[in-house]
């Protein structure tokens, strides 16, 4: 039997397919036409050829004579340059050609000389008495060119040129000619510049001339026919009221402001409320209860019928309005202003009927988002509202609205909330417990853009939280917020299943606050083993970092012997000794954070041969890696204590420098070992003399001792022929010094470094313990030199965490050998990553013969 013959449908299918492909790529053959054509042809190329040995100042004249549009506009780019490097012969020669071609120049060309020219001005290449003769005639010509974005572009180079020149070339160069360009005979954009230019120089001049010279035209301004100029002259009151003062201003700026107020233009009566908002403070209180407030009154009542626009604009100011009529208002009239924010706090939500928008109509959807930025701004005016009603009247007058406030359906809204929520936080104090719910609320939101606004200042926040806002430290802990710990687990596991990594990292970075808030019992449980994993298994370096370093924080503040022993011993095998060299490498970083955050001693005790054991590591960026840490791995040592763990750092980059044959990493040894060399030793300097003494074989006085330990010290730099050796068992004596040191007391730290381990971490101890097994002691004069400096510990202090059950978390069990039975799921151990297991182990880990 045959197979069937294709359909016919398919037959035409594959067909049309086919054709269709063949126009596609006769498309592009069409597309690509103009772009062989774009290429230049040998006479272009040689019109655009210029002769290599002219000077910059020949080359830029000549191309601005002859050359083309771009490159009279990459000479203009290069003007500031020009001026550096030579001002004489570019204002003589250059500036010239430049005012020629700006005559005919277009937009591209107009807007480079103006950014060009207020750059020179702001790099003062030259004095201000030579660039107001050179360019000034320049910049004032061209700010009425037609094009509005050349002509604003001059304009803020011209107020940028006001701001520094002196008061006689301001009066005859530029306020003279304004009185004939403010006139009504001009044009609208040269009486809108005039209006921009009144309010910049106002306050360059004496009383005397502002009233015989500025207030008149400023008057005439504010009257004019047209109502752009009207609303560009008001907004500009504000800058006038500041350079004339009171008086001037309450009897010339006031009675202008109060009839804009009632202007036809709804821009100009908005343009005057926001000005009033703003001089607020400079009116006394007759003028604002009797004048300004019967204003702000009307315009309150009548914003609703008006353009949503005005609504826009109320919300953003009624937060700076309610605080400069505090304690003029009565109480029926406070109770009108706080009426009216809740109005709009909630405005646009009763219209909410969960239609498509699709079958919106344009112009309710247009009228929504207006509503959007209303409630938006009442978000971002909410504290300056609490300041208004009292903080202790808050639950009764305001929770409600900030209820609302964090539960409202647009993103903008709760972003801008979650913004203001430290600022509610401190203004309730003691009351901070009653919004514990809606940060709850906010830390679970959906949107991570109002995470990330919440997680700014979340450490200060529960630390309010935590303390009921009081300055001394509860023991609770939180009791009161069960759910805090769910919110925060949450809020980092979306986090982390998103893209927004830099909103991740920053949640782990406020994460190391967790110690002072909540107890150690609750961070072992429910954070650290999230910071390990975190650590092993994320792809972004910066939030592996991030977690490192909160894991490191958690480690310090927990005071469980058996759980520190527990994570120290996980970071150890299935980090410094994991299959992936990308977990090696980031254990790396763990030990830098840990030298930051942890004792001295607490590291060497721990860290220092499992990080220097990596010396032998077969990756190369490993062992680069450990290279660049070296120093400060050094920096932990204190002598005579810690001579034996020098001899080993000594053997390993012997080992290194012998051994090693890729030559990046050879390269960075050697830089490390110049460093090593440099860097100075801490000595024990107490533990010196007891040695000395009893090598002599005399007891110690506690006068002598005290004499020697302040005479005791190295010198800091030494003939490489002298080498500087440690006194130890053997008996050789310390060199005799000059310089007096500081008596300190040895302050023994608290932490379990002194404390005994528990049975099943024998191998940590043995691996901690190795300064008593090594077997030889060879000088330590190799790496660097030395210098006396007291000895004391460097532990933080911790607050008491809560105590809890001390038992393990079923997933927390470890194993008790090497990285070979760590991770067996690694997703870095595949590829390039992956290197065979080692067989040393903590509990095998020998020193070097």
């Not at 993103?411 to 600022?423: D, K, L, S």
């Not at 220092?608 to 932990?636: G, Q, W």
């Not at 003399?689 to 110690?700: A, I």
């Amino acid at each position: 039997m045959h197979p069937p013959p294709p359909a016919a449908d398919a037959m035409d299918f594959s067909q049309n397919s086919l054709f269709g492909y063949m126009e596609d790529l006769q498309e592009l053959t069409i597309i690509e036409r103009p772009v062989r054509r774009s290429l230049k042809t040998p006479e272009e190329i040689e019109r655009l050829t210029v002769d290599e040995d002219l000077s910059d100042i020949e080359r830029a004249v000549y191309l601005l004579s002859a050359g083309q549009d771009i490159q009279g506009t990459s000479v203009i780019a290069n003007l500031p340059f020009l001026v550096r490097q030579n001002p004489a012969e570019t204002l003589r020669r250059v500036l010239p050609k430049v005012r020629e071609v700006l005559h005919v120049a277009g937009v591209e060309m107009q807007l480079t000389a103006a950014v060009s020219f207020r750059t020179i001005l702001q790099e003062e290449s030259v004095s201000i008495h030579t660039y107001a003769h050179s360019f000034l005639q320049v910049i004032l010509l061209h700010l009425e060119h037609r094009d509005a974005g050349v002509s604003n572009a001059w304009l803020e180079t011209l107020l940028s040129v006001i701001e520094v020149l002196p008061k006689e070339t301001l009066k005859h160069e530029i306020l003279n000619p304004l009185v004939s360009k403010a006139q009504l005979s001009q044009t609208v954009q040269s009486r809108l510049v005039s209006c921009k230019i009144l309010g910049k120089m106002t306050n360059k001049f004496d009383a005397h001339t502002i009233k015989r010279e500025i207030l008149p035209l400023v008057k005439s301004l504010c009257q004019d026919v047209e109502y752009e100029v009207r609303s560009c002259m008001c907004r500009q009151l504000e800058n006038i009221a500041q350079g004339i003062g009171t008086e001037l201003t309450k009897s010339v700026v006031l009675p202008e402001l109060i009839e804009l107020s009632r202007d036809e233009g709804s821009s100009v009566r908005l343009a005057a409320f926001e000005t009033l908002v703003n001089l607020l403070d400079v009116f006394d209180t007759d003028d604002r209860s009797q004048t300004i407030l019967p204003l702000v009154k009307s315009f309150c009542e009548k914003s609703f019928k008006a353009d949503e626009s005005i609504l826009i604009s109320l919300s953003l100011h009624l937060g700076k309005l309610c605080h400069g009529l505090y304690g003029i208002l009565t109480p029926d009239q406070h109770l009108r202003f706080l009426e009216f924010y809740k109005k709009l706090c909630t405005l646009g939500l009763q219209q909410e009927n969960g239609h498509n928008e699709n079958q919106i109509p344009p112009q309710i959807l247009e009228q929504e988002k207006k509503y959007i930025s209303v409630r938006k701004n009442c978000a971002y005016n909410f504290p300056a509202m609490i300041v208004f009603v009292d903080p202790k009247n808050f639950h009764m007058e305001l929770y409600s609205t900030f209820f609302c406030l964090c539960h409202d359906p647009e993103v903008p809204v709760r972003y801008t909330i979650a913004i203001c929520f430290y600022e509610v936080s401190k203004l309730l104090n003691s009351g901070v417990y009653l919004i514990h719910k809606e940060l709850i609320t906010l830390l679970q939101d959906e949107s991570l853009e109002v995470l990330d606004a919440l997680i700014d200042h979340l450490p200060e926040i529960l630390e309010l939280m935590s303390t009921g806002g009081e300055s001394s430290v509860q023991e609770n802990k939180l009791s009161s917020l069960p759910d805090l710990i769910p919110a925060l687990t949450a809020a980092e596991q979306r986090a982390a299943a998103s893209l927004k990594w830099r909103t991740h990292e920053k949640l782990l970075q406020k994460y190391a606050c967790l110690p002072h808030i909540i107890s150690s019992d609750q961070i072992y449980y429910r954070f650290l083993q999230r910071m390990f994993t975190i650590v092993m298994t994320n792809n972004v370096l910066p939030v592996q970092k991030a977690a490192s370093r909160t894991l490191c924080i958690f480690l310090r503040y927990n005071r469980k012997q058996e759980q520190r022993h527990e994570v120290i011993q996980k970071l150890i095998e299935q980090l410094g000794q994991g299959k992936s060299y990308w977990n090696r490498l980031r254990f790396l970083d763990t030990c830098e954070f840990i030298i930051e955050i942890f004792s001295k001693s607490f590291f060497c005790k721990y860290f220092f041969l499992p990080a220097i054991e990596l010396t032998h590591d077969p990756v190369a960026n490993v062992r680069m890696k450990l290279c660049y840490l070296l120093p400060k791995v050094k920096s932990t040592l204190k002598i005579p204590a810690d001579k034996h763990l020098l001899q080993q750092l000594e053997m390993c980059v012997r080992k290194l420098l012998c051994q090693e044959k890729d030559k990046d990493v050879l390269a960075i040894v050697k830089r490390t070992v110049l460093e090593l060399d440099r860097m100075e030793m801490s000595m024990d300097a107490e533990q010196l003399e007891k040695e000395k003494q009893q090598s002599d074989g005399r007891p110690m006085s506690e006068k002598s001792f005290e004499k020697k330990r302040r005479d005791t010290k190295t010198p800091t730099t030494l003939p490489k022929s002298i080498p500087i050796s440690v006194p130890g068992p053997s008996g050789t004596s310390t060199p005799s010094t000059s310089k007096e040191i500081k008596k300190s007391k040895l302050i023994r730290s608290q932490s379990f470094n002194n404390q005994a381990f528990h049975a099943k971490y024998g191998n940590l101890d043995k691996c901690a313990s190795k300064s008593s097994t090594v077997g030889y002691t060879p000088s330590v004069s190799g790496l660097g030199k030395t210098s006396v400096v007291s000895l004391t510990d460097d532990s933080f202090r911790t607050r008491n965490a809560c105590s809890a059950p001390t038992t393990f978390s079923p997933n927390a069990s470890l194993p008790g050998t090497s990285r070979g039975t760590g991770n067996s799921v690694d997703p870095k151990s595949s590829g390039s990553k992956e290197t065979p297991p080692r067989k040393a182990t903590l509990k095998s880990r020998k020193s070097n013969p």
